[in-house]
């Protein structure tokens, strides 16, 4: 029996990891200011939310979640479980599944994801720290796809038409 995946159940591994709505929210806020006239923290919330309801998204992201939990366990086998544990440079996996989000919406969420996966603001600087217990090879990555989905999807809205150079 396939079991259903759901936005809840999205949200759920999220905050299980210590990630908040408010916190890909804030990814969003400081992302598009720049470019929204009258940007609210709500917009980005709404916009936030219709990005997670896309199945693909919630695949990709318990996806990631799962894989990062098995390193945690040390349940992958060598050499995966040293590459995603340490995060290597030039694993590039993590980004992949990340893409598959981002590419639901476009160049501008590219170009936000770029931006984001570099500079490593808000929460994603939380994720990123390799000196913690947790290991977030993927998630760091996915949040930032999150954000800079949502951020695509109010860019192309009525709401606003802007990206990060």
């Given at each position: 029996?396939?079991?259903k995946?759901?936005?809840?159940?999205?949200?759920?591994?999220?905050?299980?990891?210590g990630?908040?709505?408010?916190?890909?929210?804030?990814?969003?806020?400081?992302?598009?200011?720049?470019?929204?006239?009258?940007?609210?923290?709500?917009?980005?919330?709404?916009?936030?939310?219709?990005?997670l309801?896309?199945?693909?998204?919630?695949?990709?992201?318990?996806?990631?979640?799962?894989?990062?939990?098995?390193?945690?366990?040390?349940?992958?086998?060598?050499?995966?479980?040293?590459?995603?544990?340490?995060?290597?440079?030039?694993?590039?996996?993590?980004?992949?599944?990340?893409?598959?989000?981002?590419?639901?919406?476009?160049?501008?969420?590219?170009t936000?994801?770029?931006?984001?996966?570099?500079?490593?603001?808000?929460?994603?600087?939380?994720?990123n720290?390799?000196?913690?217990?947790k290991?977030?090879?993927?998630?760091?990555?996915?949040v930032?796809?999150?954000?800079?989905?949502?951020?695509?999807r109010?860019?192309?809205?009525?709401?606003?038409?802007?990206?990060?150079?």
């Open positions: 029996m396939i079991h995946i759901t936005i809840d159940l999205a949200i759920e591994n999220l905050e299980d990891r990630v908040t709505i408010e916190d890909i929210m804030d990814l969003v806020y400081d992302l598009q200011t720049p470019y929204v006239p009258n940007l609210t923290k709500e917009m980005c919330r709404n916009h936030v939310m219709k990005v309801a896309k199945r693909e998204v919630q695949n990709a992201l318990l996806t990631g979640i799962e894989l990062d939990r098995l390193a945690e366990q040390k349940k992958l086998s060598s050499p995966i479980q040293e590459i995603i544990e340490s995060d290597e440079g030039l694993y590039g996996i993590d980004e992949i599944i990340a893409l598959s989000i981002v590419n639901v919406y476009g160049s501008i969420g590219l936000n994801f770029g931006y984001v996966d570099k500079i490593k603001p808000g929460i994603l600087a939380k994720l720290d390799h000196n913690q217990e290991c977030h090879t993927f998630l760091d990555d996915i930032g796809a999150i954000a800079a989905a949502a951020s695509s109010l860019a192309h809205s009525e709401e606003g038409a802007g990206v990060r150079d």
